[in-house]
């Protein structure tokens, strides 16, 4: 089917005009806010402290409600997308074709969705559940209790997460491969507002998305350097500090910026690599020399089937029948979770966008939304399987003694289990340092391109900058709440910053649908165009009856 041809940019078009513009509207405010927001925190803990304490009250009575709503909008959004005409158009020219073969586009799919937080969260989610369960089912059998605490893990990983970045992606895709603009998120609202993008309003939008993406990277990066802390101390190399926390994140910013300084990609492709190669043998190592292997495989198929059983009803609970309790438990997991996907999803949209030439938005759809799901429901399955099996029917506890969940130390107890704990303990640690490498670095060159009005190339030193940025502002955190407080903070804050950009994102909902229907409208006049001219030659022939008679 032939879709409306890309438009053409040329000396007069906006993005050629905008080019010329100065940047210094979106990087000076973007970096000021986080400046001060760095500066405040170290010179006034105590008020910061007590700042996050009540703002978290706050946040959970006020945005938990609307979070569910729009993202689980944003699947239906996600699937409308993909369904009819609209599908047919291509993220590029009519007759491109994809730049990466479907395999490779899957593996950077899968790498893209694969980080931090899975290492992290991998046993302690569905432990956390099954410890300290959601209120509408904490009277239930223990059985239903970890069957709950599964559906809720792949409910906070699984299409609603990755139709947050899709949401995004393909606003992004379109505008920079259909439509030949910058990469830029303002051009994704162009559809909407016109050339109103590129002055004023362009200029807080972007700046909202990189404030909005600099903590959602910092929060990653705290929770990562709390793992590799808990893991040192369970290798006995050294205690869990929160100075210990700050000096890893010190350090290993240090190494993301020697990453950016170098300019290697190949070396940042190489890490990736490696880290997806250690990602696959430790999950394998929990499969195969775990004590829960049958057991794995059988709740990995039985979740898949839960999950979709009560699909809907987990996508809109709000549990407002449940007081406090249950705005509670919904800040701390659902809306918490919402918040820090919306937070990144400038950063990983663009970089799908950017893999996506060629695709269709059907392709694009389909891809974003299923391959991540499927590869992290099966990694949850395993980490989160074998705990919940090791904790109900296995001989071992993995929670403290008062019945709570040490979070850092969850990874590290189940790897206790199997034969040879010191070595997958050592490589859990440095899968954690890679990513924490290789998110630094990237985040940090997606942001540079933002400030800088998209472009491809931006400078080494504001990119050493913004890298510089994510490390302060998780270590301010730490530093001034402590470490059990400070990620508790960065939790809180990521739901905070991600607010504005959710506006942004409804807006993006809007100009997609409103560019995408335009275009496949105009491609069925087209293609009702042609059969018209082609019968209307085939009767001049005298090849095909009069449709008159």
Request: charged residues 15%.
């Amino acid at each position: 089917m032939s879709t409306a041809p890309v438009e053409q940019v040329d000396a007069e078009s906006p993005e050629v005009k905008y080019a010329r513009r100065p940047k210094t509207w979106v990087f000076y405010p973007a970096m000021g806010l986080v400046a001060l927001f760095v500066i405040l925190s170290l010179v006034f803990p105590e008020p910061f402290a007590n700042f996050v304490t009540s703002g978290n009250e706050a946040v959970v009575n006020g945005l938990g409600w609307y979070y569910v709503l729009i993202v689980t909008g944003f699947v239906f959004f996600s699937v409308w997308m993909a369904w009819g005409r609209r599908g047919d158009v291509v993220l590029g020219a009519d007759d491109e074709t994809p730049q990466y073969s479907l395999l490779s586009w899957f593996a950077m799919l899968f790498a893209a969705g694969m980080g931090i937080g899975l290492v992290f969260w991998g046993v302690a989610e569905p432990l956390n559940h099954l410890v300290t369960p959601p209120p509408d089912v904490a009277r239930g059998t223990e059985e239903a209790i970890a069957q709950s605490a599964m559906n809720r893990t792949f409910l906070h990983w699984g299409l609603h997460a990755w139709a947050i970045y899709v949401v995004v992606g393909l606003a992004i895709a379109h505008a920079v491969h259909r439509r030949g603009r910058p990469v830029s998120i303002r051009w994704a609202l162009e559809p909407l507002f016109g050339k109103r993008v590129e002055g004023w309003l362009g200029d807080v939008v972007d700046v909202v998305a990189i404030v909005g993406t600099i903590f959602g990277v910092a929060t990653s990066l705290g929770f990562g350097v709390a793992q590799v802390a808990g893991g040192l101390e369970f290798l006995g190399i050294a205690q869990n500090t929160t100075p210990l926390q700050v000096g890893l994140i010190f350090g290993i910013t240090a190494v993301a910026t020697l990453s950016v300084v170098s300019g290697l990609d190949r070396g940042i492709k190489w890490l990736s690599n490696i880290n997806m190669g250690l990602a696959v043998i430790l999950l394998l190592a929990i499969l195969l020399l775990g004590p829960a292997t049958l057991f794995v495989l059988r709740e990995f198929v039985q979740s898949i089937g839960s999950y979709f059983q009560n699909f809907f009803g987990l996508s809109f609970r709000t549990l407002p029948f449940y007081g406090s309790d249950g705005e509670s438990w919904l800040g701390g997991w659902t809306t918490y979770y919402w918040g820090w996907w919306m937070s990144w999803a400038p950063f990983v949209g663009v970089f799908i966008a950017r893999i996506s030439r060629g695709r269709t938005v059907r392709e694009f759809v389909s891809g974003v939304l299923l391959v991540p799901t499927a590869v992290t429901f099966l990694w949850f399955a395993v980490l989160g399987g074998t705990g919940l099996w090791e904790q109900r029917l296995g001989g071992e506890s993995l929670v403290e003694a008062d019945g709570s969940v040490d979070s850092t130390m969850s990874l590290f107890k189940l790897l206790e289990l199997l034969p040879g704990t010191q070595l997958w303990s050592g490589l859990a640690i440095v899968l954690v340092v890679i990513f924490f490498v290789t998110s630094s670095d990237s985040g940090s060159f997606v942001i540079d391109m933002i400030s800088h009005g998209g472009s491809p190339n931006p400078p080494v030193w504001s990119r050493v900058l913004w890298a510089v940025a994510e490390g302060l502002i998780a270590a301010a955190v730490l530093w001034a709440a402590g470490a059990e407080l400070g990620l508790r903070a960065l939790q809180i804050l990521a739901i905070l910053v991600a607010a504005p950009f959710s506006f942004v994102m409804v807006a993006m909902c809007i100009a997609t649908a409103r560019v995408l229907i335009r275009e496949s409208k105009r491609a069925a006049r087209l293609e009702r165009a042609a059969l018209r001219r082609e019968l209307l030659i085939e009767m001049q022939e005298g090849t095909a009856p009069d449709p008159v008679r």
